[in-house]
């Protein structure tokens, strides 16, 4: 291919880039600013109006309630802090096509997966629950704020995880040590339920990591990282669920799981089909490779991302289904949130490894490659398709109940 060939590619790629980013930016500014108007009950519905009225009152757990108190100090508040959840959602997605353009090495790509990630949902169908969104789970939202926020971050602490992981036994240095502990303390400082699901799962591979020989010294560094966001967590507990709030926390099985449907059985497997399916291609493969480098103990794990993305989704879902919060935040169901940042990890991790047994000849023959990628595709198109079409609803000003 000629350098002047090159080119025009890489033109046209930029191109549609921002074009597409762009339209999204807008559409999310103008849906995000009208939430931000408290309308009528379910029209634009959204955490949004909450969130701003509880940072101006003066309480607030989370850093977006710093960010809308200077906000609100200038002209055209509302318009800003739209534009600033928008450039958030635009955010979350390039943090995802940063980490995802190191896996698969091709920019079309990349942004395809990266895209996608911001838009898929359930595998919905009516006859199994009426909604859309409510009753399914899916990292795909647009109502609540902190979310929105900490997704951005949060997708940055788990590839830089990833890209840390695969090398700290032989290379970890300070400046790894600073960058990963601030980011993860700013992730927790948004919205906690990031970190409820990443360092148990966090915890576990490090102690897979002793048995795979990597020095003492290297892994316990790595764990303290997480001391900064103790410290936040321990405020943050305070906070919600202080002695004079009310609230606590505890276990209650399936009871905020039951909240919402009466059919979790089906609506959480829909929720995550197309990984599951992924999963069923790969889980041999994966599990032939790790225990091979397990018995070999030489700190090396070639499905580390993919297994820690099913670690992390587990525990989510453990959590969700365990916990429940007491107090007049019983019926909100905030152990969710934790639980769809891992479906979207789960999503992206599963996309690229889709793509990659398409084009790995070892991975099966043609004939059966063709068929993974037919199903596999028309799941996923429909995940994505689910999406679309919610998020153009809920442009319009549907309640997101759908």
Request: one cysteine or more; a positive charge.
């Amino acid at each position: 291919m000629s350098s002047e060939t090159k080119k025009k590619g890489s033109f046209a790629f930029v191109a549609v880039e921002t074009v597409v980013l762009g339209v999204y930016a807008i559409l999310c500014e103008y849906m995000y600013y009208m939430q931000t108007l408290k309308l009528e009950a379910g029209l634009y519905e959204s955490d949004l109006p909450y969130h701003i009225e509880m940072a101006l009152d003066g309480w607030g757990y989370s850093l977006t309630a710093i960010v809308y108190r200077l906000l609100s100090m200038l002209p055209a508040s509302n318009h800003l802090i739209a534009i600033f959840l928008s450039l958030c959602t635009i955010a979350a997605i390039l943090v995802t096509q940063k980490w995802v353009s190191l896996c698969v090495q091709n920019k079309w790509i990349s942004f395809g997966i990266a895209l996608s990630s911001g838009f898929v949902m359930a595998f919905f169908i009516r006859a199994v629950q009426y909604s859309r969104y409510f009753g399914y789970q899916c990292g795909s939202i647009w109502h609540n704020s902190t979310y929105i926020v900490m997704k951005v971050f949060a997708a940055a602490t788990f590839f830089l995880y990833c890209l840390i992981a695969k090398r700290y036994g032989k290379k970890f240095t300070w400046k790894d040590w600073i960058f990963f502990a601030v980011l993860l303390a700013v992730t927790t400082a948004t919205k906690t339920s990031f970190v409820l699901a990443f360092a148990p799962a966090a915890l576990l591979m490090l102690g897979l990591d002793l048995y795979l020989k990597i020095p003492v010294k290297k892994v316990l560094l790595v764990a303290t990282t997480v001391v900064p966001t103790i410290a936040i967590v321990l405020l943050q507990q305070t906070v919600l669920f202080g002695d004079d709030t009310g609230n606590g926390i505890t276990i209650d099985f399936a009871y905020s799981v039951y909240l919402t449907t009466g059919r979790p059985y089906l609506t959480m497997p829909l929720s995550v089909l197309f990984p599951l399916v992924v999963l069923g291609f790969n889980a041999w493969p994966v599990l032939k490779k790790t225990l091979a480098e397990l018995k070999e103990r030489k700190g090396e794990l070639t499905h580390r991302d993919y297994i820690f993305s099913w670690l992390m989704w587990f525990v989510g879902f453990a959590e969700y289904v365990l916990l429940r919060e007491t107090g007049n935040r019983a019926k909100d169901g905030n152990f969710s949130w934790g639980y769809d940042f891992c479906i979207f990890i789960l999503f992206v991790v599963s996309m690229v490894y889709f793509v990659k047994n398409l084009k790995d000849e070892t991975f099966a023959n043609k004939t059966v490659r063709i068929g993974y990628g037919v199903f596999a595709g028309a799941i996923l198109l429909y995940h994505f398709v689910c999406g679309v079409y919610f998020f153009a609803m809920i442009l319009q000003g549907y309640t997101y109940f759908l």
